[in-house]
Structures are given as C-alpha cells and as structure tokens.
C-alpha cells in the first residue's frame, strides 16, 4: 500500500525559561532516590550516579536526588509513563530551560494525561499544569500551541495511548512497536479534484516482526490516515475514493503495484472491511483495509503481510482496531 509524504513543520515561540519549584525536606539514604524537583545540587558531577530507567531513559542522579537530563529534544523517545513521570518532569523542565518550548510543552501534555495513580504523579501534574498554563498566558501563545500541539501520548499499562485532537482519534498500540508520525497536520490544495480532504494525518506502524516458515521473520506494516472532509461522506464513497487512488497509482507505477484484488469482509457497523491481494515491488504481499467516516472525519486502516502470516497479521490488525476510536 502506498506510504504518504512526510511533512515536517517548525514553529518558533520566543519565551522566557520556566522552573518550578517546591522546596521540601528530605533525609539523605545510601542509594538516591530520584525526586521531582530539583533542589542545591551537589557541587561535583563527578559522584552523580548513572540511571537507565525502564524506558532505556539515561540520566544522572545525585546523592540527593536531584534528576539531571541532558535536555536535548528527541523525537524517538517513549512518551510519558506514571512509572517514569519524575525523569519526564525534569526532562520538561530542562529543555523549557535550554529554549526548548515546544517539546518540552508536549512532555508537560502527556504528563497531564497521566492515570493519578499516585501522590508524586498528582504533584508532577500540578507542577506541569502550572508550567505550561503560564506559557499559554504569554500573548498570543495560546493559539499557537493549539494549532502545534494537538497530538497527545501518554503509556498505560504497556500501550501507548496516542491522541490527536485536531483529527478526532485515539489509537493504542503496545510500546514495543515502532511508529512514525508522517503528517500530523497538511492542508491540501483546494484545487486538488482528486482529494476529498482539506488535511490529513497519518501513521505508520510496524510490529514486532512475525516468524516466517522458513525459520526468518516477516515484517507487518500498519497503515492508519485520517481526513477533514470538506463534506459529509457516506462510508461507501470514501472507499470509492480511496480504490480510485489505488488504481490511479498502480496504472502509474505498474512495476511497483500489480494483480490488485479484493474482496468485501464482514465489518462493525458503520464500516466497511475488504481484503486484498497484490504484488508490490515484485512480491506477493496480502492484508485488510478498513474504512470509516464519522461527521466532519474519515478514517483508512490498513496491513499488509505476507501470504503465510496474513492469519497472525489479521489479529494484530483486529487488535489494534479494537484499541481505535474516532472520537466526537
């Protein structure tokens, strides 16, 4: 199935650094402890203990505590979880310090949508609440972090739940896969004829590889793209849309697609499923997509495997449509 065009997009806000602090006792013990905020960090870095937290997260700690980041933004990272919510914090904390606005901002947002399962997550939401409000009182920030971060993640009892709200979806997915955020926000050309949209988002996802019979692994892509219709679309129109895109591509670049069939699956109401078969780049791939509008959206899910792991691929796929909502 065809991959979409990454776009990359940079906005700048001039701010000034931002540090919260919360000032508390605590008694010194023989292994540090890492704490939320900072507080008189010891004077010799030397004696600053190494920690590789449960994410593969590096960073240092004193003996008191105090969490040292390198403060460099990473869009590879794992998103925030409650068992790593004190590194997360102080990662915020250091890239708003080094004139990271807005990554750091997106750590403060999937801080916020953290389960308070504990009093040291309550305190670094309020701390992050309290950061990132005061950036959105600068003028005209908050109409700038709206049109930047709209995109939310946050791990939950080992998937990640990703959000996006200007597209009004949420998908989960285990934190073992790996993603690429490919679009998260493209106005398409009003004069395009052959687009339905006026903007799109779009992910690629690629599980843990599936054992193949020879004794090899077989890797599985997920495809997932989301549109803003400029109208109301029936399910059975979007799909037309759709395979007149597929077919336009494959008489573009027959010997990179070819042999395209499908065949109409049973599907939740309100959607439609088909399964296909083609050959790309010279090999026979198999897999399902899924189509479903809702109002203003519209969403395709689709994979692609091979012919002797389409079954395990299937689950896969059944599993993370079960973890997808298209939300009002």
């Not at 109409?143 to 990703?162: N, P």
Request: with cysteine.
């Amino acid at each position: 199935m065809p991959r979409w065009i990454p776009v990359c997009a940079a906005v700048v806000l001039a701010l000034q650094p931002v540090r919260a602090q919360s000032p508390q006792t605590r008694s010194a013990t023989a292994e540090p402890q890492p704490r939320l905020e900072k507080q008189s960090p010891s004077p010799d870095p030397s004696k600053y203990k190494d920690v590789k937290d449960s994410q593969g997260n590096r960073y240092k700690v004193d003996g008191d505590g105090n969490v040292f980041t390198n403060g460099i933004p990473n869009p590879r990272r794992q998103p925030a979880s409650v068992e790593n919510v004190v590194y997360y914090y102080n990662y915020a904390v250091d890239m708003m310090n080094k004139g990271y606005t807005a990554p750091a901002l997106e750590v403060y947002r999937e801080i916020l949508a953290l389960p308070a399962r504990s009093e040291l997550v309550a305190r670094a939401q309020e701390e992050a609440r309290k950061n990132y409000d005061q950036v959105r009182s600068f003028k005209d920030n908050a109409q700038k972090l709206d049109d930047l971060l709209f995109v939310v993640r946050h791990v939950e009892d080992g998937r990640v739940i990703y959000e996006n709200e200007k597209y009004h979806f949420r998908v989960r997915y285990p934190v073992n896969w790996t993603i690429e955020d490919e679009a998260r926000n493209l106005t398409i050309d009003a004069e395009t004829k052959d687009s339905v949209s006026d903007g799109y988002a779009s992910l690629f996802l690629q599980p843990l590889p599936l054992p193949a019979p020879d004794g090899g692994k077989v890797s599985v892509a997920i495809g997932f793209h989301a549109d803003r219709l400029r109208k109301p679309l029936s399910v059975e129109r979007y799909r037309d849309h759709w395979m007149g895109r597929l077919r336009a591509e494959a008489e573009r670049t027959p010997q990179r697609l070819s042999g395209l069939k499908r065949q109409p699956q049973a599907g939740r109401p309100g959607t439609l499923r088909d399964r296909f078969e083609m050959k790309m780049d010279g090999q026979q791939r198999k897999g399902d997509d899924v189509f479903v509008t809702r109002g203003q959206f519209a969403y395709y899910l689709t994979f692609t495997s091979t012919g002797e792991t389409y079954e395990a691929a299937r689950d896969l796929f059944d599993r993370f449509l079960e973890g997808f909502e298209a939300l009002p």
